[in-house]
């Protein structure tokens, strides 16, 4: 996602230091082009994304992305596919402007600490960011900073900055405040917002990791994590939606095959409206009654998607089903019944309350859920599983 740093224009009316404004969509008809001298512009990892409005190839969404890119302005990015590197340096070239591409952050500068926020491409964007914050700290007179941009190490600023970091809804891990269960760890959500066939990737890798305790600080391990508690069974599920604009067969396949390269395996693929249910539902009323009937037809489109690429998966190691109940269709939807790897319930409130129903009444399973597919559901379970 390309970002401009400004700082003349908007802190003239807010009374800010610098305003850091996030591209929406594309960037060359976005709204924050409205800003035409920036200090300084960068864009990030770009992948397929928004595909209806940026188009369908690298090339197409990088020349879209690269909007935002100014006359005799700095602008960075970092690494990129060739297809998309050669549109956003062609772009670059016909304005003038030396477009420089970043490394990654080198772990070394951080002094023996770890990046705030989870996650092998967040080196990537702290690169980025490091590379867009030197710059501005130069061009707005801020030298005694700017001054060890080459120096072989950080600001103490810096460095406090990027391990302090914190970032709701990507690769973050909450435990389940309101199940009553005698485990720690029973019920544990593990959201991430991607959205995308490469966050979903990464989103992956990061969930398989964290489900099996690595890198992990002691803080948020959960105890379910403990090797030796072998009576007790860890099963993985997945809680998913999208938008309709977005293609399940691009997104779900590259999710399940990586976490099945880290042996990972999702025990079952629960799929839930694409609609908030805070006006209509509070935390603790998560009854079926409160809820309007919605149009699962998208949910059960999502539910095929899923069933078609566990078929297609032949190396899948099958788990154990004894340990989920059936789910009834009162409660939840549809279901290929109790053997089936997926269902599709008629509110998030109501998923919940199955996850919460299955380790309440068996003592000896503990679920490790995946939230993801979309910002408005993690954003939803956020508010359904806090107290």
């Not at 908007?10 to 305003?19: E, G, N, R, T």
């Not at 477009?99 to 990654?104: A, K, S």
């Not at 340990?323 to 009162?330: F, I, L």
Request: proline share 5%.
């Amino acid at each position: 996602m390309p970002a401009h740093l400004e700082s003349d224009a908007l802190s003239f009316f807010v009374q800010v230091d610098v305003a850091i404004m996030e591209v929406g969509l594309g960037g060359r008809f976005d709204a924050t082009n409205v800003v035409q001298k920036p200090v300084v512009c960068g864009i990030t990892s770009l992948g397929y994304d928004h595909m209806e409005i940026l188009g369908y190839t690298l090339g197409e969404i990088a020349g879209e992305k690269a909007g935002i890119i100014k006359r005799g302005i700095p602008a960075f990015t970092v690494q990129q596919p060739d297809e998309a590197m050669c549109v956003l340096e062609d772009e670059a070239s016909s304005l003038n402007v030396d477009l420089q591409v970043v490394q990654p952050l080198d772990v070394n500068l951080l002094n023996g600490l770890k990046l705030g926020l989870e996650g092998e491409h967040q080196y990537v964007n702290a690169g980025l960011a490091i590379a867009l914050s030197f710059t501005w700290l130069r061009r707005t007179g801020h030298l005694e900073l700017a001054n060890q941009e080459h120096a072989g190490s950080l600001p103490e600023q810096f460095i406090k900055g990027l391990t302090a970091a914190t970032f709701q809804g990507r690769a973050q891990i909450v435990p389940d405040q309101y199940v009553d269960s005698e485990n720690d760890g029973d019920l544990v959500f593990y959201l991430d917002g991607a959205h995308s066939p490469e966050s979903m990737e990464i989103c992956a890798k990061w969930f398989s990791g964290a489900v099996k305790g690595e890198n992990q600080p002691d803080k948020v391990k959960p105890q379910v994590f403990d090797p030796s508690s072998a009576e007790r069974v860890q099963l993985e599920i997945l809680l998913f939606n999208c938008m309709s604009v977005r293609d399940p067969e691009l997104l779900l396949p590259p999710l399940m095959k990586t976490c099945a390269s880290q042996d990972v395996h999702f025990k079952k693929a629960l799929f839930v409206p694409n609609v908030s249910v805070y006006h209509k539902v509070g935390t603790h009323n998560l009854t079926s009654s409160t809820v309007s009937e919605p149009n699962l037809s998208w949910q059960l489109t999502l539910q095929r998607a899923w069933d078609n690429s566990m078929q297609n998966d032949k190396g899948r190691e099958a788990k154990q089903v004894d340990h989920v109940p059936e789910e009834k269709n009162d409660d939840s939807g549809k279901s290929g019944g109790s053997e089936s790897s997926s269902v599709v319930f008629s509110s998030l409130p109501l998923a919940i309350k199955w996850l919460r129903d299955t380790v309440r009444q068996n003592q000896s399973v503990s679920l490790q859920v995946l939230v993801t597919g979309s910002l408005h559901l993690v954003g939803d379970v956020l508010k359904l599983t806090r107290k």
